[in-house]
Protein backbone atom coordinates (compact mmCIF):
# COMPACT_ATOMS: atom_id res chain seq x y z
CA UNK A 1 0.00 0.00 0.00
CA UNK A 2 1.36 3.29 -0.77
CA UNK A 3 0.18 6.73 1.21
CA UNK A 4 0.74 10.04 -0.20
CA UNK A 5 0.79 12.73 2.29
CA UNK A 6 1.00 16.38 1.48
CA UNK A 7 2.36 18.57 3.63
CA UNK A 8 2.08 22.60 2.49
CA UNK A 9 4.51 22.45 -0.56
CA UNK A 10 6.29 19.10 -0.16
CA UNK A 11 4.72 15.63 -1.61
CA UNK A 12 6.26 12.86 0.47
CA UNK A 13 5.09 9.25 -0.20
CA UNK A 14 5.36 6.66 2.52
CA UNK A 15 5.43 3.08 1.65
CA UNK A 16 3.30 1.13 4.04
CA UNK A 17 3.82 -2.64 4.55
CA UNK A 18 0.67 -4.42 5.44
CA UNK A 19 1.40 -8.14 7.96
CA UNK A 20 0.90 -11.10 5.54
CA UNK A 21 -2.33 -13.15 6.57
CA UNK A 22 -2.59 -17.25 6.82
CA UNK A 23 -5.38 -19.12 5.51
CA UNK A 24 -5.26 -22.00 8.06
CA UNK A 25 -5.32 -25.32 5.70
CA UNK A 26 -8.34 -27.18 5.14
CA UNK A 27 -8.78 -30.73 5.49
CA UNK A 28 -8.58 -31.56 1.72
CA UNK A 29 -5.40 -29.76 1.19
CA UNK A 30 -3.06 -32.43 2.56
CA UNK A 31 -4.58 -35.48 1.29
CA UNK A 32 -4.22 -34.05 -2.23
CA UNK A 33 -1.03 -32.31 -1.67
CA UNK A 34 1.53 -34.13 -3.96
CA UNK A 35 5.33 -34.39 -3.62
CA UNK A 36 7.62 -32.07 -5.70
CA UNK A 37 10.99 -32.46 -6.55
CA UNK A 38 12.15 -30.74 -3.86
CA UNK A 39 10.33 -30.58 -0.43
CA UNK A 40 7.88 -27.94 0.06
CA UNK A 41 5.80 -26.17 2.97
CA UNK A 42 2.15 -25.60 3.47
CA UNK A 43 1.76 -22.82 6.03
CA UNK A 44 -0.91 -23.57 8.82
CA UNK A 45 -0.39 -20.04 10.39
CA UNK A 46 1.66 -19.48 14.28
CA UNK A 47 4.69 -20.81 12.53
CA UNK A 48 2.91 -24.57 12.15
CA UNK A 49 3.40 -26.04 8.62
CA UNK A 50 3.12 -29.14 6.95
CA UNK A 51 6.17 -30.14 4.94
CA UNK A 52 5.56 -32.31 1.83
CA UNK A 53 9.11 -34.26 1.04
CA UNK A 54 10.05 -35.28 -2.28
CA UNK A 55 9.59 -38.99 -1.52
CA UNK A 56 5.66 -38.37 -0.56
CA UNK A 57 5.66 -38.21 3.25
CA UNK A 58 3.73 -35.43 5.05
CA UNK A 59 5.11 -34.21 8.28
CA UNK A 60 3.33 -31.38 10.84
CA UNK A 61 5.79 -29.25 12.10
CA UNK A 62 6.27 -26.01 13.72
CA UNK A 63 9.23 -23.18 13.95
CA UNK A 64 10.13 -21.14 17.11
CA UNK A 65 12.43 -19.20 18.20
CA UNK A 66 13.77 -19.44 22.00
CA UNK A 67 16.23 -16.38 22.58
CA UNK A 68 17.94 -16.04 19.23
CA UNK A 69 18.35 -19.85 18.45
CA UNK A 70 15.97 -20.88 15.63
CA UNK A 71 13.90 -24.77 16.70
CA UNK A 72 11.45 -26.81 14.74
CA UNK A 73 9.26 -29.07 16.63
CA UNK A 74 7.81 -31.97 14.88
CA UNK A 75 4.50 -33.07 15.83
CA UNK A 76 4.65 -36.47 13.61
CA UNK A 77 3.49 -37.31 10.05
CA UNK A 78 -0.16 -36.31 8.73
CA UNK A 79 -2.69 -39.29 8.19
CA UNK A 80 -1.57 -40.56 12.12
CA UNK A 81 -1.76 -36.77 13.34
CA UNK A 82 -4.89 -34.63 12.39
CA UNK A 83 -4.51 -30.95 11.83
CA UNK A 84 -6.77 -30.26 14.77
CA UNK A 85 -4.22 -32.27 17.02
CA UNK A 86 -1.34 -30.19 15.94
CA UNK A 87 -3.38 -27.24 16.74
CA UNK A 88 -4.40 -28.41 19.93
CA UNK A 89 -0.48 -29.20 20.25
CA UNK A 90 0.75 -25.90 18.66
CA UNK A 91 -1.78 -24.20 21.34
CA UNK A 92 0.35 -26.25 24.58
CA UNK A 93 3.89 -25.61 22.85
CA UNK A 94 3.30 -21.92 22.64
CA UNK A 95 2.24 -22.05 26.44
CA UNK A 96 5.29 -23.71 26.99
CA UNK A 97 7.53 -20.92 25.21
CA UNK A 98 5.32 -18.21 27.05
CA UNK A 99 7.04 -19.37 29.96
CA UNK A 100 10.64 -19.99 28.49
CA UNK A 101 10.34 -23.64 28.83
CA UNK A 102 12.65 -25.87 26.16
CA UNK A 103 10.57 -27.62 24.37
CA UNK A 104 13.53 -29.62 22.77
CA UNK A 105 13.71 -30.36 26.13
CA UNK A 106 10.47 -31.55 26.86
CA UNK A 107 9.28 -32.90 23.76
CA UNK A 108 10.36 -36.28 24.84
CA UNK A 109 8.74 -36.41 28.06
CA UNK A 110 5.53 -34.76 26.24
CA UNK A 111 5.15 -35.51 23.12
CA UNK A 112 6.36 -38.80 22.52
CA UNK A 113 5.64 -39.90 25.83
CA UNK A 114 1.78 -40.24 24.66
CA UNK A 115 0.35 -37.29 26.89
CA UNK A 116 -2.72 -36.22 25.10
CA UNK A 117 -3.52 -32.76 24.21
CA UNK A 118 -5.73 -31.91 26.73
CA UNK A 119 -3.27 -33.27 29.70
CA UNK A 120 -0.35 -31.11 27.68
CA UNK A 121 -2.60 -28.20 27.84
CA UNK A 122 -2.84 -29.09 31.89
CA UNK A 123 0.34 -29.59 32.12
CA UNK A 124 1.28 -25.93 30.53
CA UNK A 125 -0.94 -24.17 33.07
CA UNK A 126 0.48 -25.05 35.68
CA UNK A 127 2.29 -22.54 37.95
CA UNK A 128 4.44 -24.47 39.74
CA UNK A 129 6.97 -25.50 36.84
Known amino acids: ?44 GGGRYLLINSDGSKYLRMDYRLGETRKTLAFGKNPEISLSEARN ?21 IFEGGMAASRLTAFASRSDL
Do not use: E, G, W
Open 89 to 109: KRLAARKLLDRDIDLSQTKTL
Open 1 to 44: MTVYLTVSCHTVKYTVKLPKLFIPLTDIQPRTAKPKTKPYKLTD
